[in-house]
């Protein structure tokens, strides 16, 4: 079983560590998203040691199009497929569910639909996302839950969470059977629930506490930052995290921009990722202490000076803006991979520097400099 040790709280920031049986997380921590068991943009597993990355994230959904658990399983599972020591989360299937596939029909039992991929028909429900997560053999799984629209009828969004409720009891019954067979890999995978609840406080309140009735290693709020402003997820997120398990990490999904960071970090939150950094940086939207900047404008053309003058990842101790400037006016993919690279080290040196800040006891000051820095645009 792991271990969640909360060392420190200022406000309802909190600073801890997550022990699993693949190595220790120190929270705040951001999760590197590999959605099928690579970081788009060329960066590989042994660049995600430099970057000091703690936690990858896949995919279920779409490790169960391509390759296949089955494949994954033969291998010796994601750790080995793809050569990573440290701890891994994947998602559970259902956001791509309820995103990817236009056609798609709920029932109690699970949800058929059309592969984006080739069109086939694939089912998913609690049991299927908890044998190929199994399979898979990731560190963290997560439960199969229905991801509505945050702003869609309440009615239905308070239906949707007592599915998710009984999806759940299956979802813990199935891990326990899995860990107990012999041939798993990971017999101490870790099962996580979701909170939802769409922008409904009350909704979020009444689902938090009946989930955590089933005593989970860890919980996430899902369904937010997918149309409701910002204002409005900062205020779910005040909501529900006086009833979530303070003994246990918190886990805000999708979620995002360093401000939305810092912001959730202030509310409680130990776990966040997001696919945001990386796919801005293909487009050459880079991260800066400074704000963030866009290397496709002309004026960096002649610009000597790194991505960001603060920054020592390996990117910016070797090349000038007009070096990967040119290398996108010339569509060379290595205009990608310094950006993805120079991004994903920019998300998790924030985390360490959120971290050490709650530690030395400057976090307010901190947090509010950084927000006011980090909400420009070069």
Not at 298 to 307: G, N, S, T, Y
Request: hydrophobic letters at 40%.
């Amino acid at each position: 079983m792991a271990k969640f040790t909360l060392h420190k709280k200022v406000g309802r920031a909190r600073l801890g560590t997550y022990s699993t049986v693949h190595g220790d997380i120190q929270t705040p921590v951001f999760m590197n998203v590999g959605t099928s068991a690579a970081i788009k943009g060329g960066v590989s597993t042994l660049d995600l040691k430099k970057i000091r990355c703690q936690v990858e994230l896949s995919n279920t959904y779409h490790l169960h199009v391509r390759p296949g658990e089955d494949v994954i399983y033969e291998l010796g599972g994601i750790h080995k497929f793809f050569n990573w020591d440290r701890p891994v989360l994947t998602d559970s299937g259902g956001f791509q569910v309820f995103s990817l596939a236009p056609l798609r029909n709920i029932k109690e039992e699970g949800v058929t639909f059309a592969s984006h991929f080739d069109g086939a028909r694939i089912f998913m429900g609690p049991e299927e996302s908890m044998r190929i997560q199994s399979k898979i053999a990731s560190t963290i799984a997560m439960a199969f839950d229905e991801c509505c629209v945050s702003t869609a009828d309440k009615g239905y969004i308070e239906r949707s969470c007592a599915r998710t409720v009984r999806w759940l009891h299956r979802c813990k019954a199935e891990m326990a059977r899995l860990n107990a067979l012999d041939e798993t890999i990971n017999k101490e995978q870790l099962l996580w629930g979701i909170n939802q609840g769409g922008i409904y406080a009350d909704l979020r309140i009444e689902h938090m506490k009946r989930i955590s009735e089933l005593d989970l290693p860890g919980y996430a709020i899902g369904g937010l930052a997918v149309g409701e402003t910002e204002g409005e997820m900062y205020r779910i997120i005040e909501a529900v995290e006086p009833y979530m398990p303070g003994d246990r990490p918190r886990y805000l999904m999708g979620v995002g921009t360093p401000v939305n960071i810092l912001q959730a970090v202030d509310r409680g939150v130990d776990f966040f990722d997001c696919v945001m950094p990386s796919r801005n940086a293909r487009h050459g939207n880079v991260f800066t202490h400074g704000g963030m900047l866009n290397l496709n404008n002309r004026k960096f053309l002649k610009d000597p000076l790194p991505i960001d003058p603060h920054c020592d990842c390996e990117v910016c101790k070797t090349y000038s803006r007009a070096y990967i400037r040119h290398l996108f006016k010339a569509r060379e993919l290595l205009a990608m991979r310094l950006c993805v690279y120079h991004n994903l080290y920019f998300y998790n040196r924030l985390m360490e520097q959120i971290r050490a800040s709650l530690a030395d006891g400057s976090w307010e000051s901190f947090r509010d400099d950084a927000i006011e820095r980090l909400s420009q645009r070069v």
